[in-house]
């Protein structure tokens, strides 16, 4: 979309839409939110950092149950895991270079959950749902109000740049969403433009006079409101950090942390190696919203087919990093589940809550008037995630080269903080994962007997 | 299937005003048609029409009703999730939600903002999947 130069598309229509069947469909409803509305109290916003810590600490991990995070996000919304994800690794620092040594607790309390709530007006609840994560929140400065930014933009406009300005976080996020920016690209282009400014690469004159330091929020706001505008240094910036460091040269590109040109969200692969490798394999790449070993633990697919490998309710971490075909098979699940997910127009929270909790595929049935098992929902995914990967190859996209930055996967390794000494294999993973789908493990090419198989033509017609 | 006109309408009009989707054509003092494609079922036609010459998708004619006897929603916030379906089922944009209703409980509520608007369909029962909105005569 970004190509034609087009921000979004509306679609409206005044005819009801129908369904075979409505009473299921409300029945199913009623016994989801019941999952949802379950809510517990909770500890205070104060103490999610320390659970992060802790969770660093133990040699061993817990599979995730999504009805605790659904707690958390029906309290806080995504912010419930700012402090958390810094203290546990799963947030990058300075520009991924960094960790919670670099931004500890005294810095991320600016952003802890509480602090953010405590700008809330009014919970905010997408479309037809009954969680309602977000909020309106009231703000200083000549907007007075906004959406309650997200984890993901206060992570990549906070931790990302070393900032603790919360009102500079709620700022921007307005200017972005009023400019139909991305946050988290927004942000890892900064971060990319301070490393620069910090090698010596970009100067002063380049920055218009920017003082690009760590965590200077009025120049990240400036260089923000300049890319919005394409105005000097903000022009240069605005398409990205790939296509910056291509044009500042002086091997920028060192500092320059995508996958395939989309900057990367705030989670980060060397804590959890599945979102590493759904960075490179999706065939947009760079999307953290598809897939992890930790959302495979929530989904809880296994609970509704037998075939896909269950998950030990306690491991040692180091179990990972081990690159074997159940991590595949994870991972591939994860991609044909959040495509039918996606399609269906589900919420990937909502799904967080498990699969015997939210009904995804009886919905499915009780809309269609079809009685067909999940295994047949997932090859409908699967169908679609080939169809996606035949589409780049066709338009000459090579998928190899949506490898993310050496410094996202643990070449070289941290020295300090939560990742250290972690690296993620990719090589085996990827070709593991291109193998689950029945695509070439070396050029992620789908064989022409998959594409038969997915009844997508025969092979070169459409790849 | 839709609400139709029979050849006793005397054009006066009332149904295609009150129309919410513009699915009633006809000139004044003819005969009135309802577009089949566009027809959303809400009933409105039927309860103005002071001819009896609407029937409903099942053949049956429909009773005209004073505008004070209209069924209207009464929303349950106990039962509520502010989920908002309601407001976007209704066809005449007459529901609105509330700010926060307290400051224990951060939600806004479905609440009628605009009564005259309400045409007395239903759809926001019909589609509330917790049965919070429940039709009461007034």
């Known amino acids: 979309m970004g190509a034609k130069r087009l921000k979004a598309v509306v679609l409206d229509g005044k005819k009801r839409i129908g369904v075979h069947n409505r009473a299921e469909i409300k029945r199913l409803s009623q016994l989801c939110n019941k999952w949802v509305q379950f809510q517990p109290l909770f500890l205070p916003g104060s103490m999610a950092a320390y659970v992060g810590t802790l969770m660093r600490v133990l040699p061993t991990q817990m599979a995730m149950d999504g009805l605790l995070y659904k707690i958390l996000l029906k309290k806080w919304g995504t912010g419930s895991m700012n402090q958390m994800s810094v203290e546990m690794g799963d947030s990058p620092i300075k520009n991924w270079k960094g960790s919670s040594e670099d931004w500890g607790i005294t810095h991320s309390r600016s952003v802890n959950p509480d602090a953010i709530r405590k700008h809330e007006k009014v919970k905010y609840h997408c479309y037809a749902c009954p969680l309602g994560c977000g909020g309106i929140c009231a703000m200083q400065g000549k907007y007075g109000e906004t959406h309650k930014p997200e984890y993901e933009s206060v992570l990549a406009l906070g931790g990302l740049l070393m900032n603790t300005d919360l009102e500079s976080i709620f700022h921007l996020c307005e200017v972005l969403n009023r400019a139909g920016m991305d946050t988290i690209s927004a942000g890892a282009t900064v971060a990319f433009a301070i490393e620069c400014y910090e090698a010596g690469i970009l100067t002063k004159e380049d920055t218009d006079g920017l003082e690009l330091t760590w965590g200077n929020s009025n120049a990240i ?243 | 299937m839709s609400y139709r006109i029979i050849d006793i309408c005397n054009g006066c009009g009332a149904c295609r005003r009150l129309c919410p989707v513009d699915a009633i054509r006809g000139e004044k003092n003819t005969l009135h048609a309802v577009v089949h494609d566009m027809c959303i079922e809400c009933g409105a036609c039927g309860r103005v029409c002071p001819v009896r010459a609407v029937t409903d998708p099942f053949g049956t004619v429909c009773t005209m009703l004073k505008k004070s006897e209209w069924e209207r929603p009464h929303f349950d916030s106990k039962i509520c999730m502010s989920c908002g379906i309601c407001i976007d089922a209704c066809p005449v944009h007459c529901l609105s939600l509330s700010g926060a209703a307290s400051s224990n409980d951060p939600h806004g509520y479905p609440y009628m903002a605009e009564g005259k608007k309400c045409i007395g369909c239903g759809f926001c029962a019909r589609e509330c999947p917790v049965d919070a909105v429940t039709m009461v005569a007034p």
């Open chain 1, 221 to 463: 706001i400036a260089l923000i409101e300049k890319m919005v505008r394409r105005e000097g240094i903000g022009d240069l910036l605005a398409d990205g950090s790939k296509a910056a460091a291509r044009k500042i040269g002086k091997n920028a590109g060192n500092y320059a942390m995508h996958a395939g040109g989309q900057e990367l969200p705030m989670h980060d692969g060397r804590n959890d190696p599945g979102y590493g490798v759904h960075y490179a394999v999706e065939p947009a790449p760079g999307r953290h919203n598809v897939g992890a070993q930790m959302y495979y633990e929530m989904f809880q697919l296994w609970k509704v087919m037998k075939s896909l490998p269950r998950v030990k309710p306690l491991y040692f971490k180091g179990r990972k990093y081990v690159a074997d075909e159940e991590k595949a098979a994870m991972a591939a699940a994860c991609s044909k589940f959040m495509n039918v997910v996606n399609c269906a127009g589900l919420c990937m929270f909502g799904v967080f809550l498990g699969a015997k909790r939210i009904p995804a595929f009886d919905w499915l049935n009780a809309a269609t008037g079809w009685h067909r098992p999940p295994e047949h929902y997932m090859e409908i995914g699967e169908r679609i995630q080939t169809l996606k990967q035949a589409f780049n190859i066709r338009q000459g996209v090579d998928p190899r080269t949506f490898w993310p930055a050496g410094r996202v996967i643990g070449r070289p390794p941290q020295t300090k903080g939560a990742n250290r000494g972690r690296s993620i294999n990719m090589e085996k993973m990827i070709s593991d994962y291109y193998t689950q789908f029945g695509w070439d493990p070396e050029t992620g090419r789908p064989t022409e007997k998959t594409m038969a198989r997915l009844g997508l033509g025969a092979g070169e017609d459409v790849v």
